[in-house]
């Protein structure tokens, strides 16, 4: 029988977005409800990395390990699924979190999003933590705000509650 990878699921991910920094030495401190989600996985190694060179993404190692397996066999789009993937790469590294909440977001990856000793945004979406800078926040935020009641409106005939 084989064996499956043990993963805790008491803690469901955080619904909230939190303030939160990257201090001096890039890592960051996350928001208590990240940390205790992020310390339910019984792997308690991550992979940070960015998919748009935009939004850094902290990713368990079991959903990072399925991103891969995408990389390795999707055969739709070979040409994005190797810029993507080289992307991950170029800007991603392993990392754990230090018994004070704290994650190294990479250099080339924090240089790129400009969060080095910065405020940032933390939220979760899709598999993973995201990181925002206050620039791609407050841009998500004006997006978001463009005709909302509209959106909720069509939303709600798909099922929205």
Not at 33 to 62: C, G, H, S
């Amino acid at each position: 029988m084989p064996e499956i990878e043990a993963q805790a699921v008491l803690v469901e991910p955080p619904k909230a977005i939190y303030h939160a920094r990257v201090d001096d030495k890039g890592r960051l401190k996350l928001p208590r409800d990240f940390e205790t989600y992020l310390r339910t996985f019984a792997e308690q190694t991550f992979f940070v990395t960015t998919l748009d060179e935009r939004v850094a993404r902290i990713y368990p190692m079991p959903t990072w390990r399925e991103n891969a397996s995408f990389f390795e066999n999707c055969q739709d789009d070979p040409d994005s699924v190797e810029e993507v993937a080289f992307a991950t790469r170029i800007y991603g590294a392993e990392s754990s979190l230090d018994r004070d909440g704290r994650i190294l977001i990479p250099p080339p990856l924090r240089r790129k999003l400009g969060i080095e000793n910065q405020p940032v945004w933390v939220g979760y979406f899709k598999g993973a933590v995201e990181v925002y800078s206050e620039t791609v926040y407050q841009e998500l935020m004006q997006r978001a705000s463009v005709n909302l009641k509209d959106k909720v409106k069509a939303l709600r005939k798909l099922g929205l509650k």
